[in-house]
C-alpha cells in the first residue's frame, strides 16, 4: 500500500504505562518508519509541552494517573484518509465525529473489554454517558439511568452502545482472538482483523544480579513477577492468595509486583490478610527501557488477570525468555501454561515451573518462538491491509448509497409522470 495518511485518537496519554499507550506508540513508529503520514490525538498538558503538534490539550484528574482531554481538531495538517479510533472516551469519539463530519472511514482497535471493566470503573458508566450525548443518539432519561444500575440492564445498555460504534466503524482491529470471539454478543459486526500488537523491547544495561540486590531478593531465592496495575479489574486477590500457597511449597520464594502505583495500601492489606507481606515486593512503574531486566531477573511471569484482551506483557515477558502463567485461558494459545482462575490451580502451576526445569525450558521456548514468528514487519502488514479495507468498503458504501439515491430520484420521476 502506498503512502497513507492516518490519523490516530487516544485517550492514553503519551508516556502512560498501560498496554493501550504502548500500543499506540509501537503502531505510530513503525507507520513512520514506512514513510506513512501520520497525526497522533491523545491527552497532552493544559498549557504547553505538547509532545506532538496535534496533542489534545486535557485535565489530570486527582489520584490518578490519568487524564481526560478536551478534543477540538480545527486545524489538522491534511485531511486523512483513514481514522483509527483506539479509545471510546472524548478523544476517541472526538475523532469519531470528526471522521462521521468529512466522510472518513474508521478502524477501531478494541483494546479494552468495556463490559468486563464497568463492574470496576465508574469512568466506564461517565464515558458512555458522554458518548451517547456526543454521538446525539437521543438517549432518553431511562437510558441513562440504566448505565447506573450494576448488571443485566447496565449490560445491556453498554451493548447498545457499543453497537452505535460498530456501525460508524468500517474495519475492527481486535489484539487477540479472544477479543474477536467477543464480538458475537452484538447484532452487526464489520469486518473483524485480528492483529495482535508487536513489542521491541529495547536492552537494559540492569545486570540481573544488581537488579535482585537492590530489590533485597535472597541469593538463590525464586521470583515470580507480575506486571502492571493492582486495580480491581487486575485481581491482585487471585495472585496474593496463590502466592500464599507457592509459599507453603517454598517459602523462599518472593513475589515482585511491578507497576504498582495506586491501591498500594490496599495491596499491602491484602498481602498482610493473605500472610505474604514479608515476601512481596511493590515497584512503581518503571522506564520501558528497563523491562527487559525485571524479566530477566525473574523465573516465572504470573498473570492473575482475566479481563485484558491482549496482555502485551506476557508477549514481552516471553521475548525475553521467562515462563508464563496466566488464569486465563482464553489468551492462553498453544504456547502458554494456564489454570482455572483460583488460588488453588493457579499456585499449584507456578509450583509446577518452578520446580521443574524441564517443564520451566519448554514453556520458554514455546513462549519465546511464538513471540518471535510475529514480527514487527507483519503488524504493519497486517495493519495497512486493514486500511485499504476501510477504505475499499467506504468506497463500496458510498457507491451504493449514490446507487440507491438514483434509483430513489429514478423513481420518484416516474410516479411523478405517472401521476401527471
Known amino acids: 500500500m502506498s503512502g497513507v495518511r492516518v490519523a490516530h485518537f487516544c485517550d492514553s496519554h503519551a508516556g502512560r504505562s498501560d498496554g493501550v499507550a504502548i500500543s499506540v506508540a509501537t503502531t505510530v513508529t513503525l507507520l513512520r518508519e514506512a514513510g506513512h503520514e501520520v497525526q497522533v490525538y491523545q491527552p497532552a498538558p493544559l498549557l504547553g509541552g505538547r509532545a506532538e503538534p496535534c496533542g489534545v490539550r486535557s485535565v489530570p484528574v486527582p489520584l490518578r494517573n490519568v ?4 478534543p477540538r481538531f480545527p486545524g489538522m495538517r491534511r485531511v486523512p484518509q483513514v481514522v483509527h479510533i483506539h479509545t471510546p472516551g472524548p478523544v476517541g469519539i472526538g475523532g469519531m465525529r470528526y471522521a462521521q463530519a468529512h466522510d472518513i472511514p474508521v478502524v477501531m482497535t478494541w483494546h479494552t473489554d468495556l463490559l468486563a471493566y464497568s463492574a470496576h470503573f465508574v469512568e466506564i458508566q461517565l464515558g458512555a454517558a458522554h458518548a451517547a450525548r456526543r454521538l446525539a443518539l437521543g438517549w432518553t432519561v431511562r437510558d441513562y439511568l440504566r448505565l447506573t444500575r450494576p448488571g443485566t440492564e447496565r449490560r445491556a445498555q453498554l451493548v447498545r452502545l457499543g ?5 460508524r466503524t468500517a474495519v475492527i482491529i481486535a489484539p487477540s482472538e479472544k ?4 464480538f458475537a454478543e452484538f447484532e452487526r459486526v464489520p469486518a473483524v482483523w485480528t492483529v495482535p500488537t508487536p513489542v521491541a523491547l529495547p536492552d537494559s544495561p540492569l545486570r540481573r544480579e544488581d537488579l ?3 530489590l533485597r531478593l535472597p541469593a538463590g531465592a525464586p521470583v515470580v513477577l507480575a506486571v502492571g496495575r493492582a486495580t480491581k479489574e487486575k485481581d491482585p486477590s487471585l495472585l496474593l ?11 523462599d520464594a518472593r513475589l515482585v509486583m ?4 495506586q491501591r498500594r495500601q490496599a495491596v499491602l492489606r491484602l498481602a498482610r490478610q493473605a500472610g505474604v507481606a514479608h515476601a512481596l515486593r511493590l515497584v512503581r512503574p518503571v522506564p520501558h527501557a528497563d523491562m527487559a531486566a525485571y524479566y530477566r531477573m525473574a523465573d516465572v511471569l504470573a498473570f492473575a488477570s482475566t479481563t485484558d484482551t491482549q496482555g502485551l506483557v506476557l508477549v514481552e515477558a516471553e521475548t525475553q525468555g521467562l515462563p508464563v502463567i496466566l488464569a486465563d485461558a482464553a489468551l492462553a494459545g498453544a504456547h502458554r501454561l494456564s489454570t482455572a482462575p483460583d488460588a488453588d490451580s493457579f499456585a499449584a502451576a507456578i509450583v509446577r515451573v518452578l520446580t521443574d526445569p524441564r517443564l520451566h525450558r519448554e514453556v520458554a521456548e514455546a513462549g519465546r518462538a511464538a513471540a518471535e514468528a510475529y514480527s514487527t514487519r507483519h503488524h504493519l502488514d497486517h495493519l495497512l491491509r486493514a486500511y485499504s479495507a476501510a477504505q475499499n468498503a467506504a468506497q463500496h458504501a458510498a457507491l451504493d448509497g449514490a446507487q440507491g439515491v438514483a434509483s430513489a430520484s429514478v423513481g420518484a420521476s416516474r410516479a411523478a409522470r405517472t401521476a401527471g
Open 179 to 182: 477479543t474477536a470471539a467477543s
Open 241 to 251: 492468595d496463590a502466592f500464599a500457597r507457592v509459599l507453603r511449597r517454598l517459602p
Open 67 to 70: 487524564r481526560v482531554g478536551l
Open 258 to 261: 511491578l507497576g504498582v502505583l
Open 212 to 214: 535482585r540486590r537492590s
Open 163 to 167: 453497537q452505535e460504534f460498530l456501525d
